[in-house]
């Protein structure tokens, strides 16, 4: 028997697709856990993601507590790259092997694509989404955003890393008054 707490009834919804290159995200090379969870939360309260949304989360190998903690936190799953570019790639292979039936499901189809880095290695993808019909969301921060992924892209949003960190100090002092 089924405990109705557990049981999610998606009713057709529509859902994302989320690939998140956390190195880039974050702007560094070797982010903290912190700093993971921090655009972890960020990136879950700012794209409002659902139980149904399909969330990737990828590092180099030597960053696996952060990607880790990322991933948790967005109920996603993590991959790990190894070298230049490793994360990147894993991010790619991920996204390019989804298949046509689950984009285009009847009962829970795919309507958005979020991609969560600013190079300009993922711009084939965004536009690969693009073709297919599907708004594709670049979250980049300032400064590492490449043009032509920005073009290829439906829109952007930036993420910034002090301001998501001040936000959620402002949210934990107004839990700990509660």
Same mark, same amino acid.
């Given at each position: 028997?089924?405990?109705?707490?557990?049981?999610?009834?998606?009713?057709?919804?529509?859902?994302?697709?989320?690939?998140?290159?956390?190195?880039?995200?974050?702007?560094?090379?070797?982010?903290?856990?912190?700093?993971?969870?921090?655009?972890?939360?960020?990136?879950?309260?700012?794209?409002?993601?659902?139980?149904?949304?399909? $969330?990737?989360?990828? !590092?180099?190998?030597?960053?696996? %507590? @952060?990607?880790? *903690?990322? /991933?948790? =936190?967005?109920?996603?799953?993590?991959?790990?790259?190894?070298?230049?570019?490793?994360?990147?790639?894993?991010?790619?292979?991920?996204?390019?092997?989804?298949?046509?039936?689950?984009?285009?499901?009847?009962?829970?189809?795919?309507?958005?694509?979020?991609?969560?880095?600013?190079?300009?290695?993922?711009?084939?993808?965004?536009?690969?989404?693009?073709?297919?019909?599907?708004?594709?969301?670049? $979250?980049?921060?300032? !400064?590492?955003?490449?043009?032509? %992924? @920005?073009?290829? *892209?439906? /829109?952007? =949003?930036?993420?910034?890393?002090?301001?998501?960190?001040?936000?959620?100090?402002?949210?934990?002092?107004?839990?700990?008054?509660?």
């Amino acid at each position: 028997m089924w405990h109705t707490k557990y049981m999610i009834n998606f009713n057709h919804a529509p859902r994302r697709l989320v690939y998140v290159d956390l190195e880039n995200l974050t702007g560094s090379c070797s982010p903290t856990e912190t700093e993971s969870r921090t655009a972890a939360n960020w990136l879950k309260l700012h794209l409002g993601l659902q139980p149904q949304d399909h $969330v990737v989360v990828a !590092g180099d190998m030597h960053n696996a %507590l @952060a990607v880790g *903690s990322a /991933s948790k =936190i967005l109920n996603g799953t993590m991959r790990l790259g190894f070298g230049q570019d490793g994360a990147d790639l894993s991010l790619l292979r991920e996204a390019y092997a989804t298949p046509r039936t689950v984009l285009e499901s009847r009962y829970s189809p795919v309507n958005e694509v979020v991609i969560g880095s600013g190079d300009g290695i993922f711009t084939p993808l965004a536009e690969h989404f693009r073709a297919l019909g599907l708004t594709v969301i670049v $979250v980049s921060i300032r !400064g590492s955003l490449s043009l032509k %992924l @920005a073009t290829a *892209s439906t /829109s952007v =949003i930036y993420f910034d890393q002090s301001e998501a960190t001040a936000e959620h100090d402002r949210n934990a002092a107004l839990l700990l008054k509660a």
